[in-house]
């Protein structure tokens, strides 16, 4: 008996099979359609590709399904009275709400110690992305729509309610709408106060692991799986991935790919003045998972390759070519802007101290030097928030670079150690479903029997002092806004 997974991310939708042993035995995977890959995506076309690759994934398998699991791309679905999408989703890099976030990050830092109430609550600061700062913006922007909105939820969320009928959400999706408490487990009247948003807005909240419903006839007709079947809630990407790369266990760990995430377990709430960090609340047990979300990654380093000729599998090799260091050149990775642990929403891309000596092969190793060193500082900060580890546990596409994995082992001075398997979101999502139908098994239990280690990279005291020289320069550039300015000149100009 195995579990049917979906993780719905960014480029494609894929459909997975996990058998009892944490084992992927087959992946199906479906292409967004043109104009499904930007910051908004069309609901009813999201929901037509998530059922497209469940039914070729089991095209001619009689395999028996225990359960189904959603993990998928942090996105708001607003719904009016009727349950009927009132536009778009709009995806976490949509840019709508942004001055409105900015603009509450300024009153919190202000007066009556209002923003440090909502961190303390909320445990992140005002973001583009959080549904609650979307909603500021629609009320601001759009107000005949807005005064429709009876319900806002995740584009997971809603597969789910199509799936099943019930509409819940999960810990983190609902974390992210930046009017839920991590340490109370519950929507906060006060932030929503603060927002001027109804908790009624807000779905009821469950664990990624429960069992919210059943798939039911319509559910079932759409997907090409039996009516019936348990469905749990799932989680958003990200987090998803967390569990899969074994954040319960207590390590460090990151997923990498269009973005890194890298998140640490911890048991108690922590007092996080830099406001960099992001604090969510853990599926298992009572505990948090902080760290953060970065800007663009391996994103970046696509767009990189793209533009100067090379294939993505070709990058490995044009980095080893380059010394530590770069030359002194520096990338500034943000295509989409700077999440943690800078958080600068209007910073985009660029090369710092570009000269006529540098090729291709510096601005590939200068890209991968650069998201090491967002690393650097995300691992301070959680050192200094109560977390602390010796190594950082690696999953997902990126962790499959080897040079990469030894720029970062250099650059945070930690061990880095790749998971045996690098799909940890369906690894994640195929756990949720697992715990979700088998009472006798435990999340963190799942994490010790399926997550493996592969290889490990440790820190060469050859490069440290080059590397704390480039991350000194790097922060220096990030801090000083002489990026941003040139970017919102540019943005002027084009204009």
Not at 305 to 334: F, N, R, W, Y
Not at 366 to 380: D, F, G, I, N, Q
């Amino acid at each position: 008996m195995s579990v049917l997974v979906v993780d719905f991310g960014t480029s494609s939708c894929r459909a997975a099979t996990v058998d009892r042993n944490g084992i992927v035995t087959s992946v199906s995977r479906i292409e967004h359609p043109p104009g499904q890959r930007g910051v908004t995506l069309d609901v009813e076309t999201a929901w037509n590709t998530l059922c497209s690759a469940i039914r070729t994934e089991r095209h001619g398998s009689d395999l028996a399904i225990e359960a189904i699991a959603v993990a998928g791309l942090l996105a708001w679905v607003f719904l009016d009275g009727h349950g009927d999408p009132l536009g778009p989703a709009l995806t976490y890099a949509d840019a709508r709400g942004g001055a409105e976030a900015h603009a509450g990050e300024i009153a919190d830092t202000e007066g009556d110690n209002a923003g440090e109430t909502r961190l303390r609550l909320s445990g992140r600061r005002a973001r583009a992305d959080l549904a609650a700062w979307k909603l500021v913006w629609m009320r601001a922007h759009q107000p005949e729509i807005f005064s429709r909105v009876a319900a806002v939820h995740g584009l997971k969320d809603e597969f789910v309610r199509r799936l099943t009928g019930e509409r819940v959400t999960d810990l983190a999706h609902a974390d992210y709408t930046h009017c839920f408490s991590p340490g109370d487990r519950r929507f906060s009247d006060e932030l929503c106060e603060r927002a001027g948003l109804s908790p009624r807005l807000f779905a009821p909240v469950v664990a990624a692991q429960q069992v919210v419903g059943r798939l039911r006839r319509d559910g079932a007709a759409a997907a090409g799986v039996p009516e019936g079947t348990p469905v749990v809630a799932g989680s958003s990407d990200g987090t998803t991935a967390m569990y899969g790369c074994g954040v319960l266990s207590g390590e460090l760990v990151a997923v990498c790919g269009t973005t890194d995430v890298l998140m640490q377990h911890l048991t108690q709430l922590p007092s996080e003045p830099s406001r960099a960090l992001t604090v969510n609340s853990a599926m298992a047990g009572s505990g948090f998972l902080v760290g953060g979300a970065t800007g663009s990654s391996g994103g970046m380093l696509a767009a990189v390759a793209a533009l100067t000729g090379l294939e993505l599998g070709e990058c490995d090799a044009a980095a080893a070519q380059v010394q530590p260091g770069c030359e002194g050149l520096i990338a500034v990775p943000s295509l989409t802007g700077e999440r943690a642990p800078y958080w600068h929403d209007s910073l985009r891309g660029g090369f710092i101290g570009l000269t006529e000596a540098h090729t291709r092969e510096h601005l590939v190793r200068a890209v991968m030097e650069a998201c090491a060193y967002r690393w650097r500082r995300l691992v301070s900060l959680l050192d200094d928030a109560g977390g602390g580890s010796r190594s950082i546990a690696v999953s997902g596409g990126g962790s499959t670079s080897t040079i990469w994995n030894q720029i970062r082992s250099d650059v945070v001075q930690r061990a880095v150690v790749r998971r045996c398997e690098p799909e940890s979101t369906i690894l994640g999502a195929a756990m949720f479903a697992r715990a979700g139908v088998d009472p006798s098994v435990t999340l963190p239990e799942l994490g010790r029997r399926w997550i493996s280690d592969a290889e490990t990279w440790t820190p060469r005291g050859e490069t440290a002092s080059v590397y704390a020289d480039a991350f000194a320069r790097f922060e220096r550039i990030i801090s000083s806004g002489a990026q941003e300015a040139v970017w919102q000149a540019t943005s002027t100009l084009s204009e």
